[in-house]
């Protein structure tokens, strides 16, 4: 099991199955999701159209996470996952952590090995990174760590340096995370 951390563009990720940071409509959007339906062309929305049509009639929900075809992306799936807007009232991490969470359950119940997983919730819905990237790195931490988990390979794919240095010292607090290329 290993967890690394690379500057980069999610969608350029040769991986088993690449994170979104999607909204409850699983409908697209901006930031990852945008960059996700556009790179991987129109099948992503087709089949996201059909879980809602289906069992995600209302939705899904904050912290949950559901898996579609990556379409054109190198990757084999996509697992959309709807993460927590920032709140400065209410402490909304056990959300967080359940995103990342839910997608490494889904991604091994895919028979998934690698994953690659975007900032969560730190663009548009404004979570401050440094805390983001502590709940995540620890919410992978313990999930894969308790044994029942097949995915081998997380890799955090921080779109620019600030994220990537922010995520690079709670990793080195953690005592995890290599780098890649
Ligand atoms: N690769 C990796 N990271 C990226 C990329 C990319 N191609 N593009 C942006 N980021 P965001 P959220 C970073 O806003 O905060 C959408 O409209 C970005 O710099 O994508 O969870 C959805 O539909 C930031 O650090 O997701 C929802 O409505 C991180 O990815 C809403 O945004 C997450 O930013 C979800 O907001």
């Excluded at 799936?77 to 056990?94: C, K, M």
């Excluded at 790195?137 to 955090?156: D, K, M, N, P, Y």
Aim: net charge negative.
């Amino acid at each position: 099991m290993r967890i690394e951390l690379v500057e980069g563009d999610i969608t350029e990720q040769q991986v088993d199955v690449v994170v979104n940071a999607a909204n409850s409509s699983l409908l697209g959007g901006g930031g990852v999701d945008g960059a996700i339906h556009r790179r991987g062309g129109p099948e992503i929305l087709t089949e996201c159209r059909a879980l809602r049509a289906g069992h995600y009639g209302k939705g899904l929900k904050t912290g949950e996470a559901v898996a579609t075809t990556a379409g054109r992306l190198p990757a084999r799936w996509v697992v959309h996952t709807v993460g927590p807007v920032w709140s400065g009232d209410e402490d909304r991490s056990a959300l967080l952590a359940a995103c990342h969470r839910n997608c490494l359950h889904v991604a091994a119940d895919l028979g998934a090995h690698t994953v690659a997983f975007p900032a969560i919730s730190t663009g548009i819905y404004r979570w401050p990174v440094e805390s983001a990237a502590e709940i995540a790195l620890e919410a992978v931490l313990s999930t894969l760590s308790t044994g029942s988990c097949s995915v081998e390979l997380v890799r955090f794919v921080l779109f620019g340096t600030a994220a990537y240095d922010v995520f690079r010292e709670q990793a080195d607090a953690l005592g995890v995370g290599g780098d890649s290329v």
